[in-house]
């Protein structure tokens, strides 16, 4: 049970340039999150679904997409990266109806150079 | 989802309770509340949560006012590895659309 995965764990792009995140996770969870946290910062929610085919946007959605084609799969795209852009990338997941906790992956560190 | 206040840092003697306080004033009956932490830069882990009885785990004790508007996160006896970033969060665990946001957390220091 590897719980939730991102994938790549670091990456550096040049400004313009684009790319996607992955978030996977085995628990079969309706909700998955993406969030972004700069240095010295909390976690700022970017994107997030409640199941597969859904998303809505978070606190600071402008600059990325997402989707959520497979229920255990939430991708987060990034069209033409900026240097505004550099952070570290979290995902997290958790069941929709039940009282339990959310379980994050350990983060995607990206910088746009 | 309501908001939650807590203090930006705090510092603990090593061996001494840590008492995090969190204040969620516009909390609604059915928002549980949730604590996480975040040791230097790995994800968030999980610490406990309740809703409105006092709850405790093998990590920490989690104490709600009777009115819900605040609560407050007690690790019993704080250790150099508790020096981490702790989150207190609300939401409702079913239904609907759910912005689960978090605040920018309590940096707690654990001095030896």
């Known amino acids: 049970n590897a719980g939730v995965t991102q994938t790549p764990k670091f990456r550096v792009l040049k400004t313009g340039q684009s790319m996607t995140l992955l978030c996977a996770q085995d628990?079969?969870?309706?909700?998955m999150y993406w969030y972004r946290q700069d240095p010295g910062m909390g976690l700022r929610l970017i994107h997030y679904?409640?199941?597969?085919?859904?998303?809505a946007k978070g606190e600071v959605p402008d600059g990325y997409n997402v989707s959520r084609l497979k229920k255990q799969n939430f991708l987060l795209g990034l069209e033409s990266a900026a240097p505004s852009q550099t952070s570290v990338y979290f995902c997290?997941?958790?069941?929709?109806?039940?009282?339990?906790?959310?379980?994050f992956g350990q983060g995607t560190r990206l910088t746009v150079v | 989802d309501a908001k939650t206040t807590q203090p930006p840092s705090m510092d603990c003697a090593e061996g001494r309770a840590a008492n995090l306080p969190c204040n969620h004033s516009?909390?609604?009956?059915?928002?549980?509340v949730y604590w996480y932490r975040q040791i230097h830069s790995q994800g968030p882990q999980y610490i406990i949560h309740?809703?409105?009885n006092n709850e405790t785990n093998e990590m920490a004790s989690l104490i709600i006012t009777e009115d819900r508007k605040s609560s407050t996160l007690i690790l019993p006896h704080a250790t150099l590895r508790d020096t981490a970033v702790y989150y207190c969060?609300?939401?409702?665990?079913?239904?609907?659309?759910?912005?689960?946001?978090f605040g920018t957390g309590t940096k707690l220091q654990v001095i030896p």
């Open positions: 997290a997941s958790f069941e929709r109806d039940r009282n339990t906790e959310a379980f």
């Open positions: 628990m079969n969870h309706e909700y």
């Open positions: 679904s409640v199941g597969e085919g859904t998303t």
């Open positions: 516009t909390i609604s009956g059915n928002e549980y």
């Open positions: 309740g809703l409105k």
């Open positions: 969060i609300v939401r409702v665990p079913s239904g609907g659309y759910q912005k689960v946001t």
